[in-house]
């Protein structure tokens, strides 16, 4: 395969996930949406976590929220947790990595936020430590991952939400992943603001 007919795979492999995804998770997303604006309704706030490109993303939600997307609204709470150096550091030297994002949910959440979950692979410990902490501050719990999240899977309740991306690309993944997150705040300004498509 030459390099030209590379690429063009890669754009049809990535227009085959999302078609996959607004046949399998239009519904969750929506869903997700309205567990968000209600958090944010009640002056609640929404805690974004992620490990590598996860993190990044889960700082670029944040910064959504906070900011816009499409359209101009006031800024919504939302603090991505990890994206301070110092604090995450701080934290693994004394308690150890797995409880570096456990730590800033106890210490910063309450009953009306929601935690919000990257995670493209698999079901790293401190990320499965940060859900058990959401749980216990009385949170509900959004997770979005990608292959082999058994564990991250098993700890969500019934008040929660899972939007799985079960391919096995990492970039398939990530890409889905962005656009969960864009599909998602547009959403929101839809619940918020009555935006007509």
């Known amino acids: 395969m030459d390099l030209i007919s590379r690429i063009q795979q890669q754009c049809q492999d990535s227009q085959q996930a999302a078609?996959?995804?607004a046949e399998h998770l239009a519904t969750p997303i929506a869903?997700?949406?309205?567990?968000?604006?209600e958090s944010l309704m009640q002056d609640g706030k929404v805690l974004?976590?992620?490990n590598g490109g996860s993190a990044a993303m889960a700082q670029?939600?944040?910064?959504?929220?906070?900011?816009?997307?499409?359209?101009d609204r006031p800024g919504?709470?939302?603090?991505?947790?990890?994206?301070?150096?110092?604090?995450?550091?701080?934290i693994a030297a004394d308690q150890g990595f797995e409880f570096s994002m456990a730590r800033q949910t106890h210490a910063?959440?309450?009953?009306?936020?929601v935690l919000v979950v990257f995670?493209?692979?698999g079901s790293p410990a401190n990320l499965v430590a940060t859900i058990e902490a959401?749980?216990?501050r009385g949170m509900r719990v959004i997770v979005i991952s990608g292959r082999e999240d058994a564990e991250l899977a098993r700890q969500l309740t019934d008040s929660d939400l899972l939007l799985n991306i079960p391919l096995s690309g990492i970039a398939r993944i990530q890409e889905m992943h962005m656009l969960i997150v864009h599909t998602l705040c547009d959403a929101i300004d839809c619940l918020l603001l009555g935006v007509e498509t």
């Open 31 to 37: 869903m997700a949406a309205e567990l968000l604006v």
């Open 48 to 50: 974004t976590c992620g």
């Open 119 to 121: 995670a493209s692979h």
């Open 134 to 136: 959401a749980h216990e």
């Open 108 to 113: 910063l959440a309450h009953s009306h936020d």
């Open 76 to 90: 919504l709470a939302a603090i991505a947790l990890g994206a301070t150096p110092i604090t995450l550091t701080a």
């Open 60 to 71: 670029y939600t944040a910064a959504l929220l906070l900011n816009r997307l499409e359209h």
């Open 19 to 21: 078609d996959w995804l």
